[in-house]
Each structure stands twice: as C-alpha cells, then as structure tokens.
C-alpha cells in the first residue's frame, strides 16, 4: 500500500496533466517512500509543471542520492564493527 506523500505526489503529478502510466511509473513505482516523494513534491512546487525530461531527469537525481545515502550507512556501520573487533578482539 502506498504511503500518504507518493499518493499527494500522483495525484500531484496527474493534477499536472501528465499521463496516468507516466504517473503510476514515477510515484508507485521509484518515488515510492515517504523521502522520495517528498523530494520530487518539492521539486514540483518549485518548477511547476516541468518537461517529462526534467522530471525524469530529476526524478533519477533524487533515487542516486538515496542509493549513495543508503551505500553511506552500509559504509558507516561496517566501520563500526570492525572498529568493534579492533578494541574488543573477536
């Protein structure tokens, strides 16, 4: 089930006049979590209606900072435990 902000961002994005399958792709299926959507709704409400070309464009900016958050918190807690077995041993 879809969260609250990708249903405000379809609806969003259908209220723009872009094509329901353009729509359903963009928010139900890659801005399908809450700090997605929320990113691309504020991208709206700064452009407006922007080319599909702009949104895809944005649209895929927002999904590689989330993949290099989520590689950063990997990163993060891999160093902790080897820190971990650095003062503790095995």
């Not at 006049?17 to 139900?28: D, I, L, Q, R, T």
Request: charged share 35%; aromatic share 8%.
């Amino acid at each position: 089930m879809p969260s609250e902000k990708t249903e405000i961002l379809y609806r969003q994005l259908l209220k723009r006049g872009y094509s329901k399958p353009f729509c359903e792709e963009v928010a139900y299926r890659n801005m399908n979590t809450d700090y997605t959507a929320e990113r691309m709704l504020s991208y709206l409400s700064r452009e407006g209606n922007p080319a599909i070309e702009d949104l895809v464009d944005e649209m895929l900016a927002i999904l590689d900072e989330r993949e290099k958050f989520a590689e950063k918190k990997k990163t993060e807690h891999a160093q902790a435990v080897i820190n971990d077995v650095y003062e503790r041993g095995l």
